[in-house]
């Protein structure tokens, strides 16, 4: 493990974070992380205000802070399965659940609000949906997806008509209450509580998990090590319009150090109670602590046989019966005494535990998902196995006292007081990454091995790499996390893996997937200076993909009772098939009555088709300079799907222009009898012609390269605007020494290593900014608010200035996620 960046607070007067209080922390599947700190008013020390701040990764100094509202201290925070949504719940029994505000990240809402009054929420978290993976590393070599990562069988907590899973949370009070609450299509919220059993008593600390069958486990304890740790479980349902509730009590289990007669009042209280996966009610870890020291035991519970009495023994047995079973929690294993445990982080990667994959992991030195992290109260953090509970890395904090040999370091912390040490942890859903909130409210993250530090070789990182990506790709989760371990001189290998990995897949599969390993892909080619072009053609890849999808959508087929095929894919076939060079002998064999459209739709999409005609004209004018050194555009030049995507757009723009010709790209040309169109188009198929995939490719021959020298002298050639340089900071931690971050200053972000960005990156301080997905120019100084991709950096306005619905259906695809399936965030005015 290895500090990435610290965030810290940019100054500390007297309104501070209070360190006594817990702080709690979550992390998203789209990597935004929210955790709370408790801010004492100027003048009233009792009056305090409950914040919640909500940060990308990629961006942590542009935190948003929520003043919650909630009356007491925040106790629990838990991210849906979407990571769209947070519940937060307090001490006082309140539960709010916040929404972005026009899917901005850093613009977010109350939605909805349940409470059970005046009882603190001790544990919190969203009803399953039924979705789960099991990611299988014997099968990581695998050329099929499906065998890597299966899908389980599982039902959701809850369902509606057709079993399609109803969204809610369930909450558990410290007086032992359930209570569930149920969000209905139409908006309302079904509320209700139960008592877990008829002896109701008071819960200290608790855990969710959930079953295949569509039950809930409950794990509750009262805090006192010589009590029974319980379990419960709780069936939901509707009837009559109302929430019910019915709860089981299931087998309980005493902790292991309080039978040992050697440690029976060692550890009085337990302090952690965590189920090992949500998904697995049937493995739990204990943690007991006492003031100066922990223990950890990792249970399971297993079906046991019923012994039988002697006097049935001898009996004959009946056909068919079978030896009477009971369900027993049973000891896997424990860890020897520790230093005080502050807080724990499990790992949310469903990797299968069977024996044989366990056995792969092992000789591979696969561990993401297989570990779980203990931060102490001197700052250290150790990952342990999650099942045997062996150490596996250590995290020596800054006023850790623990590093071997370090006598120094103890001498200050017996003089400097209480360590800082860490009050929440969180691991990504890779678990390649460790955040902590420590308790002077900095956010810290950590690099976590794939292989927790073992030395490996290349091919065997790159393939721990790859298998994680392809995860990430099959779930739509983020990548961020993965790519903090890849290296400048990995991408090159990893992309082209990833590539040949997705050609091997079936075709629905690949089309399901087209869009996403495209941005999956130039997020690793922004990594290293070498292959930053490559991001610039997948992003433009990514706007092409989208625009064909967008034109062909607007075709009609003339008749109803047409057959299969779509006038789109009529299209596509007829231009695999014609090699024409001349645009309008391409015309001829489609029925242009399928292209007819109302001229308002076709002149509110020219921005649109005007890039497809400068993105043409700037691929073929640069087709000469495509040498040693890559630049912008040369992907495209072996890529013949593109080239023929390209190809149909602009034979779709030709018809379009007889009609409408208000709607057709405009060129600046030499001359006034310049055809530009069918010029473009010449030379796009000869490119095309030397690039297909059918086995012939070639290279561009003499002749085209020469006409290609001539276009700038034919043509005035546009400057492509490609995407601004990101200013994430994914791209800043390629060195080993950790960032130091101030929240709310981007200045505060070093650049490191020496290499300057392309020219086509560089922006000029006077330049004009573009509106990426309008392809419009919003000018020097934007009067406009706008947003910006928290992944690529795309900015396009956050108000739509169109009025045509063919503009706005384009809009709306885009309201949720950018084009490579990012985040969206506000511009702060002063980067307007």
């Keep these: 493990m290895e500090l990435a960046y610290v965030c810290e607070w940019e100054k500390r007067p007297k309104s501070t974070h209070c360190p006594s209080i817990p702080l709690v922390c979550s992390w998203s599947c789209r990597n935004l992380i929210a955790f709370t700190t408790d801010l004492k008013n100027d003048d009233d020390d009792k009056d305090v205000s409950h914040m919640i701040h909500i940060i990308d990764t990629e961006h942590p100094w542009d935190m948003f802070s929520i003043n919650s509202g909630h009356s007491e201290v925040i106790s629990c925070l838990e991210w849906d399965q979407s990571g769209s949504r947070l519940l937060s719940a307090d001490g006082d029994g309140q539960i709010k659940c916040w929404s972005m505000s026009d899917h901005l990240v850093n613009s977010w809402e109350c939605a909805f609000s349940s409470s059970v009054d005046g009882d603190p929420i001790v544990a919190l978290s969203w009803l399953h949906n039924g979705v789960k993976l099991a990611l299988h590393v014997e099968m990581s070599g695998s050329t099929n997806f499906g065998e890597k990562f299966s899908r389980v069988k599982f039902s959701p907590s809850m369902t509606l008509f057709g079993g399609k899973p109803m969204e809610g949370w369930l909450a558990v009070t410290v007086s032992g209450l359930v209570s569930v609450s149920l969000l209905k299509p139409g908006g309302a919220l079904l509320t209700a509580s139960e008592s877990l059993c008829r002896l109701r008593g008071r819960v200290a600390s608790a855990d969710i998990a959930f079953t295949g069958g569509g039950n809930i486990v409950v794990a509750a304890t009262d805090g006192s090590s010589s009590s029974p740790v319980q379990f419960y479980k709780v069936q939901v349902s509707v009837v009559s319009e109302k929430c019910r509730i019915d709860t089981e009590l299931l087998p309980s289990l005493f902790l292991r150090c309080t039978t040992d007669p050697m440690r029976r009042d060692k550890y009085p209280a337990v302090t952690h109670l965590k189920f090992l996966t949500r998904e697995n009610s049937e493995q739990v870890l204990l943690c007991a602590s006492n003031q100066s020291g922990s223990i950890v035991e ?61 056995k792969v992991a092992s000789d591979t030195k696969f561990f993401p998902g297989l570990g779980l992290a203990l931060a102490f109260h001197d700052g250290s953090i150790q990952i342990l196995h999650r099942l045997s509970l062996h150490t596996m890395a250590v995290f020596y904090g800054s006023s850790s006292a623990q590093r071997p040999g370090d006598e120094a370091a103890i001498k200050r912390q017996r003089t400097a007081g209480p360590a800082l040490h860490f009050k929440a942890l969180q691991l990504s859903w890779t678990s390649l990454a460790l955040a902590g909130v420590d308790s002077h409210g900095k956010l810290h993250m950590l690099r976590v091995s794939p292989s927790m530090g073992q030395v490996l070789d290349m091919n065997t990182t790159l393939r721990h790499l790859l298998f994680l990506l392809e995860y990430c790709m099959v779930t739509g989760y983020d990548w961020w996390d993965v790519l903090l371990h890849v290296q400048p001189t990995m991408v090159h290998n990893l992309v082209e893996k990833l590539h040949e990995e997705y050609m091997r897949q079936n075709q629905a599969l690949q089309q399901v997937l087209a869009t996403r390993i495209v941005a999956v892909k130039a997020s690793l080619c922004k990594l290293s200076t070498a292959t930053a072009a490559r991001a610039c053609d997948f992003h433009a890849k990514l706007l092409l993909i989208a625009i064909s999808s967008t034109l062909k959508s607007l075709l009609r087929p003339h008749v109803l009772n047409t057959p299969d095929k779509s006038p789109g894919d009529r299209l596509t076939e007829i231009c695999a098939k014609n090699t024409d060079t001349d645009i309008d002998k391409v015309m001829i064999n489609l029925k242009t009555e399928e292209f007819v459209l109302d001229g308002p739709p076709l002149q509110s999409l020219q921005q649109l088709i005007q890039w497809v005609g400068d993105f043409v004209l700037y691929l073929l004018a640069n087709l000469p300079n495509q040498g040693s050194i890559v630049r912008p555009g040369f992907g495209f030049m072996r890529d013949g799907a593109s080239l023929g995507m390209l190809r149909e757009m602009l034979v779709m723009i030709r018809i379009w222009g007889l009609l409408k010709p208000g709607c057709l790209p405009t060129f600046t040309a030499m001359s006034d009898n310049q055809d530009s169109m069918q010029l473009l188009f010449r030379l796009l198929t000869k490119l095309w012609l030397c690039s297909r995939e059918d086995g012939t490719s070639q290279e561009p021959d003499e002749s085209l390269i020469d006409e290609c020298c001539l276009l700038p002298s034919q043509l005035l050639v546009p400057s492509m605007d490609w995407l601004p340089v990101n200013d994430g900071i994914i791209v800043k931690l390629q060195g080993k020494l950790p960032l130091r971050l101030q929240f709310g200053r981007a200045s505060s972000l070093q650049v490191v290593g020496g290499t300057a960005p392309l020219d086509v990156f560089t922006r000029s301080p006077g330049a004009q900014k573009m509106d990426n997905l309008r392809c419009i120019h919003m000018g020097v100084s934007p009067t406009e608010e706008s947003k910006v991709c928290t992944r690529c950096g795309c900015v396009t306005m956050l108000r739509s200035p169109n009025k045509t619905n063919a503009m706005k259906q384009w809009e709306q695809r885009w309201i949720k996620n950018c084009l490579c399936g990012g985040l969206w965030r506000r511009i702060p005015p002063t980067f307007s």
């Design 298 to 358: 990792c249970w399971s519970l297993r079906k046991e046989g019923l012994p039988v009495n002697n006097i049935f023994q001898h009996r004959s047995p009946v056909v068919g019966e079978k030896q009477p079973t009971i369900l027993k929690w049973r000891i896997l294993t424990t860890t020897s005494d520790l230093e005080r445990v502050s807080t724990m982080a499990l790992p949310k990667l469903p990797i299968s535990t069977s024996n044989t994959d366990l």
